[in-house]
């Protein structure tokens, strides 16, 4: 199981309280290109593509918390997104097909885009958002608008969160061996699963911790 204990903060456009977004989503990786109030747009490989971003698309970038608890201290109802998502930055965004119109769900900031055209290929797929029901050492279960998806999980699955790294670190030092999904994830957890239909499975590829539970440890 591999994991990434960066720090991810969660911050709203313009609202405090996260929940999940829509359950299935897409998602692609590229570097914006250009922001407006209420879009961005995004280059991933040789097409541009712009997203609509509305009060409840949600921001994961390192700073977003600090500022967000900033902004409440100045009686402020949220940050803006283009603080953080700026023309050049590598995103990975999520979003939804609303006719037309591609509205972004989730956009995370810092990521690497690949330079070459074959991997740029690979930079887009699948993804949900839902809270976390059960988890096993090689699965896990989320719950998104009434319904449950299991996902299964390798020693390939990055998984990512706040206080993760010393999370495994403690559990790689008491048991000798990496740490397995049932170690860094909780029931509650409030998640986003990027996936890959295998055969009649349903792999995960990345999950990251949007919101964690609050009887986690």
Known sequence: MRYVGMLLAV???????????????EWVRGNVVSTAADSVTV????????FKVQNDTQLLSRGAGTAMRAA??????????????KPGVGV??????????????????????????????QE???????????VTGNSVTVQAEGKDWTFSTTPKTT???????????????????????????HVNDIVTVKYAQVGEAMQASDIYVVVPALTAK
């Open 43 to 50: 280059k991933v490989g040789d097409a541009d593509m712009v």
């Open 124 to 134: 887009k797929g699948s993804s949900i958002q839902g809270k976390v029901t059960e």
């Open 72 to 85: 409440e201290r100045a009686g402020e109802k949220g940050v803006k997104f283009t603080d953080f998502v």
């Open 11 to 25: 911050a709203l456009v313009a609202l405090v309280v996260v929940s999940p977004a829509s359950a299935q989503t």
């Open 92 to 121: 990975e965004v999520h979003y939804k097909m609303e006719g037309a119109t591609m509205t972004a769900t989730e956009i995370r900031t810092g990521v690497t885009v690949p330079k070459t055209a074959a991997a740029q290929a």
């Open 159 to 185: 998984i990512i969160g706040h206080g993760l790294g010393t999370k495994a670190g403690e559990v790689k030092s008491e048991t000798g061996m990496g740490p397995s999904a049932k170690d860094l994830l």
